[in-house]
């Protein structure tokens, strides 16, 4: 905020980021390169361990089915153990051991037909890992026992066909207050600080209050309960009410006030604030009509706005408490390790002022953060469903009211207004008429899309013309939209159609179905060259921004015009690398000509992936053998970005996500990088057999390689004799 503000120099802002540990040296790249090969590697190899005995390849043996499953147990049993259950590999090891246990169970019951049910597999699988996991003393076993024992669960009860389970869901209630209640029990206890992550009792707690409120919103808007017939020893709408009147207040006296977390305490409230909207819409009445349309729209930006605002009273409520009180060091995830350290403020200026940075006394203690980004995002949404009902409001009232033959005109002059009130609204300081302008901001802009395209379907301008129509209207709101929120949407949404207009432009006879199969690929060259262009420029502009952060982050009006830019370049990165997957439903010229264009994203971000690499090995590495094996490895990702263009996007996204120590960029990258992978393997027309050894293949590569950076971090430390460059 005092960046922003321009209280600190782009000097003094760099010296803070690097004091807290938040700009990388040496020592930690080497450490978070090593965590993320090791992890991808092991992911890789038990993911191919699965596709292989899932082959069942009749060529083999029982007995040798068994010998080689047990191999792997044994071996990664025996290597948790020699590199110890503290260390990362033999936390790594372990975990593939407990992933390889299910493998060794279905070949069991593929080998000895005793007509058991798949429920009984992951029974036998939980009851195993439960043990394991004591042993183990890490939050990665536990998820794998969460898993299990879900599928365990869910599997049983669907066998008696049971709609809704409340027994379910109190199973999943339970396990969460027995992680809360263990990590209270022992929370000063330093064998046990595994149990302060946070993030496994979030996913748990998440994923239960989700699926319970769905069948209570179920329950109320159709007004009836599940049929007796179907329940196993539960009431069904008793069970569920009872269990969310549980749920709700103990979550909320135990998230508030025996373990702080405001990611749970807003899971809870939206949860609230959508059932109430329910009653509301099944007590007055909902029929598809004007009227319906904005009492709804206005009934969801008021009930997100109450959210809003006690969300920020509470976050600004908990910061103060947790500035109060001493702050014991919180538990990150165990794949991010630690990125910021402990800090308090006066220390932080000191050190910022004995490199006679800043002068003067050290300005106040900020009193207000920004608000989290998950708030962020749930308020966002509540913004986009209440566009959409005002959206639909503009259209009926237009439609049915006025009468209208030719609707894009009144939608474009009703868009227009609605935007006009929404910049205003914006610039008032209350979190009711902010996130009200949000969605008559997202409304207006969608009203003019629409005009837009009603226009295009006229022939008042070309069909190909339409995209870049809309990319440049988003654009010329852009600036005047003082919304965050709306920015990053608006920045997302327009990159893409400021490039895809210009692509449709350029070449609008490639998608005249008519036209045969040699002509509609003649021009590919020249097409894969524009799009490999577009994307390294974007890449290597955004690679440029995130590395000189400190020189326009301190500026107010240019760090809220360029980080929504920055964020949605990585969005539209993410988005079309998705074009490369394969997928046998995609047939015909055209999804063949966007497949074939898919690898040029993986080439842009390639390349921006080297620019990173020699800026970063410029500033920190001392010898040339480093900063050209970086360039190698930076060379090989722009090789495999034409085949696999997610791979290399994610690379880029993990380098410049620890550079800047942002856990949300690495959060959504992991994540993006999983959904990839598992997407491009399901779809991969190939046998089991040979997605097992690709992926068995490229862990084992992985973990040598991450075994290589150990190696040589452990003995350019010991030439350095503690010296801080890996």
Not at 11 to 32: K, N, Q, T, V
Not at 86 to 112: E, F, M, N, R
Not at 242 to 248: E, I, N, R
Request: some cysteine; charged content about 10%.
């Amino acid at each position: 905020m005092m960046a922003v503000e321009g209280t600190l120099s782009p000097e003094a802002y760099e010296a803070a980021l690097r004091f807290l540990g938040i700009r990388p040296g040496p020592r930690h790249w080497s450490a978070f390169w090593r965590r993320v090969l090791a992890f991808g590697g092991v992911l890789f190899f038990a993911f191919g361990v699965i596709c292989f005995f899932a082959h069942n390849w009749a060529a083999m043996h029982h007995f040798s089915k068994f010998a080689l499953i047990a191999a792997c147990i044994l071996v990664s049993g025996l290597c948790a153990v020699w590199r110890g259950l503290d260390s990362l590999p033999g936390k790594l090891a372990l975990v593939l051991a407990a992933i390889c246990i299910g493998p060794l169970l279905a070949v069991y019951g593929q080998t000895y037909q005793t007509g058991a049910d798949a429920w009984e597999l992951f029974r036998a699988w939980t009851l195993v890992l439960v043990p394991l996991a004591l042993a183990g003393r890490q939050a990665a076993l536990w998820l794998l026992v969460w898993l299990a024992g879900s599928a365990w669960g869910g599997m049983y009860l669907g066998g008696f066909h049971i709609p809704e389970e409340p027994e379910f869901l109190l199973a999943q209630s339970m396990c969460l207050a027995a992680w809360e209640i263990a990590a209270r029990h022992w929370e000063n206890n330093a064998a046990h600080r595994w149990l302060e992550a946070t993030w496994l009792p979030r996913i748990i707690g998440f994923t239960t209050l989700f699926v319970l409120n769905l069948h209570l919103a179920a329950m109320i808007m159709t007004g009836r309960l599940p049929d007796p017939a179907h329940i196993l020893f539960l009431p069904g709408g008793g069970a569920h009410l009872a269990l969310y009147a549980c749920l709700l207040p103990g979550g909320w006296l135990w998230y508030r006030k025996r373990r702080p977390d405001l990611f749970m305490l807003s899971c809870g409230l939206f949860s609230l604030a959508s059932l109430l909207f329910c009653v509301l819409v099944k007590v007055c009445g909902f029929d598809w009509d004007a009227g319906s349309l904005l009492v709804s729209g206005l009934c969801i930006a008021g009930i997100t706005a109450a959210c809003g605002h006690v969300l920020r009273r509470l976050h600004q409520t908990m910061e103060a408490e947790k500035a109060a009180r001493p702050d014991p060091q919180s538990c990150s995830p165990e794949f991010f390790e630690k990125i910021r350290t402990p800090c308090s403020w006066d220390a932080l200026w000191d050190h910022v002022r004995e490199a006679r940075l800043p002068t003067g006394d050290p300005p106040p203690i900020p009193d207000r953060s920004a608000a989290p980004w998950y708030i962020a995002a749930q308020l966002a949404l509540g913004g986009w469903i209440a566009a959409l009902f005002l959206i639909c409001f503009l259209g009926f009232f237009l439609f049915t009211t006025l009468s209208v033959h030719s609707m894009e005109g009144p939608l474009f002059t009703g868009g227009l207004c609605f935007l006009i009130l929404a910049g205003w609204l914006m610039r008032r300081d209350a979190v009711f008429t902010e996130q009200f302008a949000l969605a008559l901001a997202l409304a207006g802009t969608m009203a003019l899309a629409g005009a837009v395209v009603l226009a295009a379907s006229e022939r008042l301008m070309p069909v190909a013309a339409m995209p870049l129509v809309i990319g440049l209207i988003i654009a010329v709101i852009y600036p005047f939209m003082p919304n965050s929120a709306y920015r990053h949407l608006a920045a997302v949404a327009g990159l893409l159609c400021v490039f895809w207009g210009l692509d449709f432009l350029i070449w609008n006879d490639m998608y005249a179905w008519h036209v045969d199969t040699k002509a509609l690929f003649r021009p590919l060259r020249a097409r894969q060259t524009m799009h490999a262009l577009w994307y390294i420029v974007l890449c290597v502009f955004m690679a440029h921004c995130w590395l000189a952060e400190h020189r326009w982050r301190p500026g107010r009006r240019r760090h809220a015009l360029l980080t929504p830019v920055l964020h949605g370049m990585y969005c539209v990165l993410l988005v079309s690398a998705a074009g490369g997957l394969p997928d046998i439903s995609m047939s015909g010229d055209f999804f063949r000509m966007l497949k074939s264009l898919g690898g040029t994203v993986g080439i842009g971000a390639g390349v921006g992936l080297m620019y990173c690499a020699h800026v970063l090995t410029g500033a920190l590495a001392k010898t040339s053998p480093i900063r050209l094996l970086c360039l190698g490895f930076s060379l090989l990702a722009v090789i495999c970005g034409c085949f696999l263009p997610g791979l290399s996007v994610g690379l880029l996204g993990l380098t410049l996500g620890r550079y800047r120590g942002s856990l949300v960029t690495l959060g959504v990258t992991v994540v993006a990088l999983i959904v990839y992978f598992f997407c491009y393997y399901y779809n991969l027309h190939a046998t089991l057999l040979y997605k097992a050894l690709a992926l068995m293949g490229s862990g084992t590569m992985l973990c040598a390689a991450a075994f290589c950076i150990h190696a040589m971090t452990r003995q350019d430390q010991a030439a350095a004799a503690g010296s801080d460059h890996a």
